[in-house]
C-alpha cells in the first residue's frame, strides 16, 4: 500500500444499524427505500446484497455512513443483510 493511501475503515456494525434504521424507517421518502425493503425480502442472498447496496446508495446520509456500509459490506456481507433484516423485524435467512 502507498504511502499516501488511507487504510480502509473497520467496520462500525452499531453504526451501520443506525444508519439502515435511517434509511428504511426514519429516513421517510428516502430515495432508495422501496429497493431496500425488497431487497430484504428476496431469498437470492447474491440478488438480494445487490439490491441492497443499490438501495443504501441512493439513499445514503452521507460519506461517512457510505464508507462505514462499504466496509461492512466487505467484511461480511450476509451479516450485514441479517442486521439490516433485523431493522424491519424480519428474521434472518438460513
Known sequence: ??????PEPAPDWARVEGDLRWC????????GRDVMFEALQMKDGARARAALHNGFMMC????DSTANFLACERS???????VARGVIGL???L
Do not use: S, V
Open 60 to 63: 445514503r446520509r452521507d460519506e
Open 24 to 31: 428504511l424507517i426514519e429516513g421517510r421518502g428516502a430515495d
Open 76 to 82: 461480511d456481507p450476509a451479516r450485514l443483510r441479517i
Open 1 to 6: 500500500m502507498p504511502d499516501d493511501a488511507c
Open 91 to 93: 428474521p434472518p435467512l
